[in-house]
């Protein structure tokens, strides 16, 4: 039981354009959301997070955006570069519940070609 | 320079042999836990352990093992009863004071011959 989902496996953009990598979950219990980034055979590394309370937190290149509404958050890169080729996680976790840990999606493959 | 270490990176074990993978951090964090990565599945939590000498079950425990006796280290033992255990091994942790951002070690690789 998926609560965490990425339904796109993979995503494959030219250098410069902008990468929109998708999440949704199903807990209206999770209040805190990170995106995570991860290389082959390496552990992932966080890359941006969001509060229930923002719809939007932007980091650079990096933006994350949350519709609570519809249960829905997305990371835009812009602008996109082959360093960027990666798999990405999804994860949500409920601060304020008893839900004390990440749930994470199953991640989407971004490849960013020049 | 503060972080998680894992050991070993690579590990071969024949059919019916457990074998105990170690987590080690020095970030003096509270909770740590135990990913598995597999091709299209994601990171599946295994056990997770939020204070010493406690720990739970995550979503397929089913033929694993921990302990945690000190709040530095939380070893997994894969037993003989995990029907396919060749997978990559994450372990992580974080401080259950701040965000729940997790930071997590370099991994192992688990082969079973």
């Known amino acids: 039981d998926q609560q965490v989902k990425q339904n796109s496996p993979s995503l494959s953009v030219q250098e410069g354009r902008i990468s929109i990598l998708n999440c949704d979950y199903t807990?209206?219990?999770?209040?805190?959301f990170l995106w995570y980034k991860k290389y082959p055979a390496e552990g992932p590394t966080f890359l941006i997070s969001?509060?229930?309370?923002?719809d939007k937190n932007e980091d650079g290149r990096f933006t994350v955006f949350l519709n609570k509404s519809a249960k829905h958050l997305s990371l835009h890169i812009v602008p996109s570069q082959p360093g960027d080729s990666a798999v990405y996680f999804c994860?949500?976790?409920?601060?304020?519940?008893?839900?004390?840990?990440?749930?994470f999606g199953r991640g989407t493959q971004l490849t960013v070609w020049p | 320079d503060g972080g998680i270490t894992q050991s070993p990176k690579y590990l071969f074990r024949k059919e019916g042999q457990n074998v105990t993978l170690s987590c080690e951090q020095n970030l003096n964090h509270d909770a740590m836990y135990w990913y598995r990565q597999d091709p299209g599945q994601g990171l599946r939590l295994i056990y997770y352990?939020?204070?010493?000498?406690?720990?739970q079950k995550g979503d397929i425990a089913e033929g694993y093992s921990v302990s945690r006796e000190k709040k530095e280290s939380f070893p997994l033992t894969v037993t003989s009863a995990q029907k396919n255990p060749t997978a990559f091994y994450l372990c992580a942790s974080s401080s259950l004071r701040d965000s729940g951002e997790l930071f997590f070690g370099e991994g192992s690789r688990l082969t079973v011959l």
């Open positions: 994860a949500a976790i409920g601060r304020g519940s008893t839900l004390g840990r990440l749930y």
């Open positions: 969001i509060s229930s309370i923002k």
């Open positions: 352990s939020q204070i010493v000498n406690d720990f």
């Open positions: 807990n209206s219990m999770f209040d805190y």
